[in-house]
């Protein structure tokens, strides 16, 4: 059995600990002798598990920091089948000189021990030779757990290079973990180069490589809760390379057939047939060829096969498509998928999403959660229906969320989450009109880890460990796993079970009796979500040691408080506490508040500290982690508190303006937002202003009942000077503020508006622009920047002037001559505000003369799903030929009728002789029953309609 650990130099030690140590001079530095073997005996023959001993070297150079063992399968050590490694893990405790070894097959062996000298300076450390070999042979394999065998994925199986997928096995008798190596060859010959954690709680991996590798190897063994290992499994072989195949791209679900939707804009698409691989990209474009680097938006690397558009889009038809990304390759390109995008319903003028917040917003386990979406003020009659969408894989959310007339917020739940195996971080959001807000939500794993009673046991004794989660376990509850590095030494429970509900559980921890200071790694974990806790060490004194005091145990009054209440913490050592004190130092917060103080000190002599644990108020319930530790080497004690929404008193949780920058003697607008809804009576929440003679606000505002905020105005009184006022809002003991910046008001007028008069010209005529202030100019005048979107087109004076005293300034826009219609953005520019208008410059040529279309080839009648071909006739009844002409079809309702062939609702003509026709077609599928109208409309290069042909057909099921 081979293991990789991190080593820990003396220097690296004593440095942590502040201990003095001694070194050779480099210049005098030599290897230190190789040890000697001790068992087995040199041909001896072994039942696993077996013991590897040998002698320990001292050298006057320096300590000896380490010892590697090998066992090879010939004395040449060609092939290492198996190796491992002991280690200084404090001063004071020596390094071991021993090792067990299991999970060898039957057969003889070879075994060496080498030692690794500490000797700091420019030479660091320094290795002995290796010892004498002696062989050995294994002739049982003792009470050893059964050999797994893998699932998935078949061998031989390729992926792309940073592309993650799932190694399985099946579980077998005996097994209480598992050990799960990789290497780039497959004898799994020392090095053991690619393997770095081994240990595996439940019966799935989350693999993946960040580089091609042509072949890697994996085999899993079963290790039984006495520490023996089994044989290894059948070797499973899977090849790193980004030539590995990509699966079929997606299929697009939603919007397609060029449907109407309004934005927000949700996309869905199937989810790639390769799960290993959760990222998409989604590409949309107002070109159905997707030409050019950069479309109207390319979204990459999202997580969902589902996409909330909240960005604004102007009306008009788009395409999009997806692909799936592989790791370091990305798939092909779906199917197009076509849609418009039509204005969506009027939204009252500052209505709006103010906030999305999740509470909480860390879950754990895979339990599920809540957020509170507010408005900017009250929803008017018909209330408000909010848009919401998750960009996490394994968080879903309600499409939307209501908000009944009157409100101003609403809960969206529930929100679910799946079990993970470590830390995932993503947001929530929510849209409504042009308007969204996101909040982010963090996804953990249940377990927290485990506690030890004691730092230091004398052997023999026993001691108390304590496993914590960090929500309550799930129904049928937790079976959390314990793993002793050493059981011989320390013997834990195989398991300790959090019965559904629970928070924590204890466990004895028995030591047998040791010669010398031994420290033993032990290890918890959790297979329902593949997760192993951070590890901690026991140190297992020989008889007559004193153990320094040490913290023993935290424990809570209460494990369960509402908001805003209080409950007391105890911290309890091993022994009294030393000259000056114990200082234990403390942690606990929810959502950034923190809910202990820093530390508590146990008075000398004493064994405990009592400590004060406030709760704020919650919205809804939440759970902290309280954690206590004394001194740095040793693990931390910690306890899960339950903190319920209390009090139904108002309780201020946030409050802003918007907007913070106005000029004086305009208004603005404050809102406030309590903690929980407001009960019975509204909630009121009290506000100052620092400088009441520039800037007012009611001396109260209520919050309506069942509501968590509200809006009020904000006035002001023009000044001659810049000003800063801060407003104060106050309400359940908590304070918010906010600063509002004013503006001179007489000397410092903001652009309101731009217009432009006519708003379509023929090229080579001119219009007028006029720029408007929200007060008469200063004395000086004042001066707005103007710009064109197109000078070719239309062009403007780099700047306007508005006289003093006058309000508004006109000035000329000229324009050229065009091809088609052109629309042309005018932009203004005054201080930080700026205003646009446009200008359409039309072509100065007229549209030809006696053009018509006729429509055929649509039935009276058609089944669903039946297609059929319409065509266009376009006659020139003129005498000139005719140039740049375009058909457009459209049809209703939009949802009957698909195009089919070309999917582009606009075709050219080309060139139409005098007195000649031209013709074009398209074909179309009858999608949904309904009585349609197909309409041809004939337009000019220059977009005027020349003529429109109608023809109804009856679809039915």
Not at 214 to 237: E, K, Q
Not at 352 to 368: D, E, I, M, Q, Y
Not at 392 to 412: H, K, L, N, R, Y
Not at 529 to 548: N, Q
Request: hydrophobic content about 40%.
């Amino acid at each position: 059995m081979r293991r990789f650990v991190l080593l820990a130099t003396l220097s690296m030690i004593a440095g942590l600990l502040g201990l003095p140590v001694t070194y050779a001079s480099a210049a005098t530095v030599t290897p230190p002798p190789a040890p000697a073997l001790v068992g087995p005996a040199a041909g001896a023959s072994v039942v696993e598990p077996f013991t590897l001993q040998w002698g320990a070297v001292v050298d006057p150079d320096g300590p000896i920091g380490s010892y590697t063992w090998q066992v090879g399968t010939s004395s040449t050590f060609s092939t290492v089948i198996a190796s491992g490694f002991t280690q200084e893990s404090l001063a004071g405790i020596p390094v071991p000189t021993t090792d067990t070894v299991s999970g060898l097959p039957l057969g003889s062996y070879f075994w060496r021990v080498q030692a690794s000298q500490t000797v700091g300076g420019t030479v660091g450390s320094i290795d002995s030779a290796w010892s004498p070999v002696r062989s050995f042979t294994v002739t049982g394999l003792g009470a050893a757990p059964g050999t797994p065998s893998f699932t998935s994925p078949a061998t031989g199986a390729r992926f792309h290079a940073s592309e993650f997928f799932d190694i399985s096995w099946t579980a077998v008798p005996g097994a209480h973990y598992y050990l799960l190596e990789a290497d780039d060859e497959p004898t799994f010959s020392y090095p053991l180069s690619l393997t770095t954690d081994l240990v595996q709680f439940g019966t799935t991996f989350r693999a993946g490589w960040g580089n091609e590798i042509p072949n890697v190897y994996y085999r899993i063994r079963a290790v039984s809760a006495a520490g023996v290992h089994g044989l290894p499994s059948p070797t499973l072989n899977v090849k790193i390379t980004n030539t590995a195949p990509t699966p079929p791209a997606p299929t697009l679900l939603s919007p397609t057939g060029g449907t109407s939707r309004s934005i927000p804009l949700t996309f869905d698409w199937s989810d790639t047939p390769n799960r290993e691989s959760p990222a998409y990209d989604l590409d949309i474009d107002d070109d159905p060829a997707f030409a050019g680097s950069f479309g109207v938006f390319l979204i990459q690397n999202l997580a969902r096969s589902d996409y909330l558009l909240v960005d604004t889009l102007a009306p008009g038809t788009y395409f999009w498509r997806v692909r799936a990304v592989h790791g370091q390759v990305r798939g092909p390109w779906s199917a197009t998928g076509t849609f418009t995008v039509v204005a969506g319903p009027a939204v009252p003028q500052g209505l709006g999403v103010l906030s999305l917040v999740a509470t909480p917003s860390s879950v754990f386990g895979g339990n599920a959660t809540q957020a509170r979406v507010t408005l900017t003020q009250p929803a008017p009659v018909g209330g408000v229906t909010v848009k919401v969408a998750s960009d996490m894989a394994g968080v879903e959310t309600p499409a939307s969320v209501f908000i009944p007339a009157g409100a101003t917020d609403a809960m969206v739940t529930p929100i679910t989450t799946s079990p993970v195996g470590g830390a995932s971080v993503g947001s929530i959001r929510a849209a409504y009109g042009t308007t969204w807000q996101q909040s982010s939500l963090g996804s953990f794993p249940l377990l927290w880890g485990h506690s030890l009673g004691a730092e230091t046991v004398v052997g023999g004794h026993a001691t108390t460990g304590t496993v914590t989660l960090l929500n309550p376990a799930p129904a049928g509850g937790a079976v959390v796993t314990l793993v002793s590095a050493d059981p011989a030494i320390v013997a834990l429970p195989p398991t300790v079970f959090i019965p559904a509900g629970g928070t924590g559980a204890s466990f004895t921890i028995d030591t047998t009796t040791v010669s010398a200071p031994t420290r033993v790694k032990i290890d918890s974990g959790y297979g329902a979500e593949s997760y192993r806790s951070p590890s901690l060490w026991l140190t297992v004194a020989p008889p007559g040691t004193v153990p320094p005091a040490a913290l023993a145990s935290l424990a809570l009054t209460s494990a369960s408080i509402a908001g805003g209440a209080t409950t007391t913490g105890t911290v309890t050592l091993t022994g009294p506490a030393p000259t000056g004190g114990a200082t234990i130092r403390l942690s606990g917060s929810m959502e950034g508040q923190v809910v202990t103080p820093p530390s508590v000190t146990v008075p000398a002599g004493s064994t405990s500290a009592t400590f004060t644990i406030t709760a704020p108020s919650v919205p809804a319930t939440y759970y902290v982690l309280i954690q206590a530790g004394l001194g740095f080497t040793a693990g931390t004690q910690a306890r899960l508190l339950e903190i319920r929404p209390g009090s139904t008193a108002p309780t201020l949780a946030g409050f802003s303006v918007s907007p913070t920058d106005i000029v004086s003697g305009t208004s603005t607008q404050g809102i406030v937002e309590l903690v929980t809804s407001a009960p019975a009576g509204g909630g009121t929440v009290t506000l100052t202003s620092s400088n009441p003679a520039v800037l007012q606000v009611p001396a109260t505002v209520s919050v309506p009942a069942g509501n968590n905020s509200t809006s009020f105005a904000i006035t002001t009184t023009a000044t001659s000077a810049f000003t800063t006022v801060q407003v104060d809002a106050s309400a359940g003991g908590v304070t918010r503020s906010a600063f509002i910046n004013l503006a001179a008001g007489p000397t410092a007028p903001s652009l309101v508006s731009l217009s432009i008069a006519p708003a379509s010209v023929t090229g080579g005529s001119n219009a007028t622009g006029t720029v408007a202030l929200s007060s008469a100019a200063p004395s000086a005048g004042s001066s707005v920047t103007l710009a064109t979107g197109n000078s070719s087109a239309a062009q403007v004076p780099p700047t306007v002037s508005v006289p003093a005293g006058q309000t508004q300034a006109s000035f000329p826009v000229t324009t050229s001559s065009v091809a088609a219609s052109t629309p042309v953005t005018i932009t203004a520019f005054s201080g930080s505000t700026t205003r646009t208008a446009t200008v359409t410059v039309t072509p100065t040529s007229v549209p030809p003369s006696g053009m018509s279309v006729g429509l055929s080839g649509v039935p009276a009648t058609v089944r669903r799903g039946q297609s059929f071909t319409a065509t266009a006739t376009v006659t020139n009844g003129g005498t000139s030929t005719a140039t740049g002409s375009t058909v457009v079809v459209s049809f209703t309702p939009t949802n009957a009728l698909r195009l089919t062939n070309p999917t582009s609702s606009t075709q050219p003509t080309g060139t139409v002789a005098g007195g000649g026709t031209k013709s074009v077609a398209w074909q179309m599928r009858a999608d949904n029953a309904a009585t349609a109208t197909v309409t041809m409309t004939l337009r000019s290069s220059a977009g005027v309609t020349l003529g429109t042909a109608t023809r109804t057909v009856k679809i039915s099921n």
